[in-house]
Each structure stands twice: as C-alpha cells, then as structure tokens.
C-alpha cells in the first residue's frame, strides 16, 4: 500500500512587524488610516487599496524588507512550508513583487483576496484546510492575532522583533540549532571555545575552515561549533548574543 509522504511542519508568518517595515506615519495620518471599521473593509477586500489611501490621505509605499527576517525565511524553508499570512490591502501582490518578496514564501494568503481578516478564527481555518494541515506555527507582531491562533489550535507567538521571531523558529526546531562562530586566530578560537564549554555551551569543536580557491594555509578562519547553550535552548536562540561576541574577537557568525 503507498502511504502518503509525510508534509513539512507548517510556518505561517505575519508580513508587516515581522518581515516588512514602514517608516513612522503621523499620528493625524495613522489615526484615520487605522481608524477599525474602515481598516477592516480595507483589509478585507471591501474597498481597493486606493480607495483607502484616498479617504485618508496615506501616500502610498512599499515598505523595506527586514534583512535579518527574510534570512530567516530562507533558513526556515529548508525544513518547513513557510506561507504569508497577512492582513492586507488589493495591494499586496504588487507590493511583494516590487520587494521581491513574491518568490521568498511557498504560498501567499492575502486577507483582502480572502474577505476575513485576522484575529477572525476563520482566516486560519480557511489557510489549514486550502494546505492541508492540521495544525501550524504562526508568528505574529500582534499578541491579539498570535492569541487567537492558539485558540483555533495553531501554535501561535507573539513576536515583537526579529529576536523573538529568530527564538520561537530555533525551539521548535523550525531552524538549525547551530551556530558557527568564525575568528581570523586560531589561539584565539580554542581559547574561546574553551571558555565558552566551561559556560555550559556544546559542543565547542574548532576547525579550520579554509577559504574558497586557496592554497595558503594562512588564508583560513578557525570555527567553533556551538548547537547547545548553557540554559538548554538551541545555540541560534542565542544568535544576537553570539554575533556580539564573535565581533568582540574580530569575527563574525554563521550558519551551519
């Protein structure tokens, strides 16, 4: 008998706040922009992107995609389904094509092409039954959205910034645990690594890590391998912690 393969876990991502920025809009502006009731029929397809900014006199914009954030888009869809879920106007394609942010997830899901926005239960219902799950990460910016995917079943988490987005991936396994830290010398990456296996980090090894075309032995960096740290979370938990202090010893991070 075949059986059916089994599917990727499921990460559902909020756009703006977690993935995409806008600079600041004035408080006049913002107000009458997020005014609920006429937010909602923006979002939820009743009225055109233009028709919104009309009434309330929001220049349009596209935003700027978070660096760090779309990184860790990339390192998620090696081992997930990563899809958008995003409160959004009719201008949402146009947006993500522009940022080039239209081939970064597996799927897009669009409140305004929708007709349900979140927190409304029936927008998560709708993406699980159309993929296929039962269930899905969701990381939101707003707590009430994340709140109301844990209430539908789905394993929702309010995530402020791109630190916690990075966190709540590397405990679910969502992402690689492992994080290399990478110095110019050598003396100066076993000290380390010494120092940090006594913190409690593991496992520590250092390697050579020659560089790409080159014969010189001169030309390597000394990695260590960190994948567990002193409290038990993933080594990528600690990612801002760790590219402080590869920095402090003139190095850098990277993934493994």
Same mark, same amino acid.
Request: hydrophobic residues 40%.
């Given at each position: 008998m075949e059986r059916t393969p089994a599917l990727k876990p499921l990460l559902l991502l909020d756009l703006d706040g977690v993935v995409r920025s806008f600079p600041p809009i004035p408080p006049e502006v913002a107000e009458a922009a997020f005014e609920p009731s006429l937010l909602r029929r923006a979002v939820t397809g009743e009225i055109t992107d233009e028709q919104w900014r009309e009434q309330v006199g929001l220049a349009a914009t596209s935003g700027e995609v978070i660096p760090e954030a779309l990184a860790l888009v990339r390192a998620a869809k090696e081992q997930c389904f990563v899809a958008l879920l995003t409160n959004a106007t009719t201008r949402l394609e146009a947006d993500l094509a522009l940022l080039g942010l239209d081939v970064e997830f597996d799927a897009v899901f669009s409140s305004a092409r929708l007709g349900v926005a979140k927190p409304d239960h029936a927008i998560f219902?709708?993406? %699980?039954?159309? %993929?296929?799950? !039962?269930?899905? $990460?969701? /990381?939101?910016?707003?707590?009430?959205?994340? !709140?109301?995917? /844990?209430? $539908?079943?789905? #394993?929702?988490?309010? $995530? +402020?910034?791109?630190?916690?987005?990075?966190? =709540?991936?590397?405990?679910?396994?969502?992402?690689? +645990?492992?994080?290399? %830290?990478i110095l110019p010398d050598r003396d100066e990456a076993e000290e380390l690594a010494a120092e940090l296996l006594e913190a409690g980090w593991g496992p520590c090894a250092v390697h050579?890590?020659?560089?790409?075309? !080159? #014969?010189?032995?001169? @030309?390597?960096?000394?990695?260590?391998?960190?994948?567990?740290? +002193? @409290?038990? %979370? +993933? =080594?990528?938990?600690?990612?801002?912690?760790? #590219?402080d202090l590869a920095e402090q010893h003139d190095g850098f991070t990277g993934d493994h």
């Open positions: 219902q709708r993406v %699980l039954d159309e %993929l296929g799950y !039962e269930t899905a $990460v969701f /990381c939101d910016d707003t707590e009430e959205n994340a !709140e109301a995917a /844990c209430e $539908v079943g789905l #394993d929702g988490v309010h $995530v +402020p910034d791109t630190a916690a987005l990075r966190t =709540a991936l590397a405990v679910r396994g969502l992402i690689s +645990p492992t994080v290399l %830290l050579r890590d020659m560089l790409a075309g !080159e #014969d010189d032995a001169e @030309d390597v960096d000394w990695v260590i391998e960190l994948t567990t740290a +002193p @409290d038990g %979370l +993933p =080594a990528s938990a600690h990612r801002s912690r760790l #590219d």
